[in-house]
């Protein structure tokens, strides 16, 4: 059974950063794209970032780029987001979802960026 | 990197069919086969229902399917059951190399 699981998700600060972390079962993970969609409080989905198999292909939104960080371990099953520079706008819950298709999502962390 | 245009709501009655429309530009919905569509119930996490503009994954009932004309794709319900509604979202790969939703519709069954 295919699972996603997210976590590090909490309050930050505005200015602040987070490290989200999606842990992988269920499939082989380094044969997948894998990435990060996000939605805020009340409102629609909003793709974050991905990355190739490899990594040696990232992509984000405009609005994270120079800020967020995508990454992964392939011996860990893991995939990682970085955030810096966190903003109140920032505010969601940021999902994993694996492969090109996003064909599997995990259920969510909370982040909430406020003072 | 707009947001693809879809209504932001539907209605329906048990047993009929509806659509939704997903609206983008030659530079992501009519440049690619890859469109895909999720359907999230409250509180949930998306499932996907379809991908590559026409495929179902396995498990996803046939009522759900998928097409492309143009710059639009569309979503299609048929035979309306309670447990289908809840919001639905396009995505579609782009030039950018990045994804882009749409801005996601509420599906009710009356």
Known sequence: ?115 | QSALTQPASVSGSPGQSITISCAGTSSDVGGYKYVSWYHQHAGKAPELVIFDVTNRPSGVSDRFSGSKSGNTASLTISGLQAEDEGDYYCSSYTSSRIRVFGGGTKLTVL
């Open chain 1, 1 to 115: 059974e295919v699972q996603l699981v997210e976590s590090g998700g909490g309050l930050v600060q505005p200015g602040g950063s987070l490290r989200l972390s999606c842990v992988a079962s269920g499939f082989t993970f380094s044969n997948c794209w894998m990435n990060w969609v996000r939605q805020a409080p009340g409102k629609g989905l909003e793709w974050v970032a991905n990355i190739r198999q490899d990594a040696s292909e990232k992509y984000y939104v405009d609005s994270v780029k120079g800020r967020f960080t995508i990454s992964r371990d392939n011996a860990k099953n893991s995939l990682y987001l970085q955030m810096n520079s966190l903003r109140a706008e920032d505010t969601a819950v940021y999902y994993c979802a694996r492969a090109f298709s996003m064909d599997y999502w995990g259920q969510g962390t909370l982040v909430t960026v406020s003072s």
